[in-house]
């Protein structure tokens, strides 16, 4: 029986924090105590340099277990296999706006309309790091699927509505939340992330 453990979201986002806490407590029960920033009165903005996903997520993660916590942060966004990889890690600012969902979805498309190959991947990662300074843990998750020419559905966010998943025949957008849920990188990223974070607890 693992005791429990108090752990720093590297996020202000309720949203996120409550999917989060969600996810994990399927997976550990209610091993993980999750705060907010907010929760621990942590009002600085952590500037994220990283070029890669992990790079991104072990900055937050660091910079709060600086602190004397045990914290978790995550990255994520889609690459396009056309596109060497972008958006990448500029996925939310890719037309310059953060989070200007019909901008960075036009960019996109303007992008691959001479491509034949719209293969692409939202990729999520998810990092903790100790404030003992010990190996953090790194865990990643990815899903497959393809860039249609047209946005389709009516639901999620970002990139969703462009983004088809052959196997359930829909694109992300026209997904119910439990079959994205399912198949989602977040999701697998968290359950790849809970193995490894119970691995390392009963050490």
Known sequence: MMKKIEVVLASRNQGKLKELNRLLAEELGDVIVLKSLDDIGFADDIEENGTTFAENALIKARAVAALGYVALADDSGLCVEALGGAPGVYSARYAGEHGNDAQNNALLLQNLKDKQDRAAAFVS??????????????????VPGEILTAPRGEGGFGYDPLFYYAPFGKTFAELSHEEKNRISHRGAAVRAFAKLFSARMEE
């Open 125 to 142: 990662v998810f990092a903790c790091a100790f404030p003992d300074g010990r190996e953090p843990i790194v865990a990643e998750g990815r």
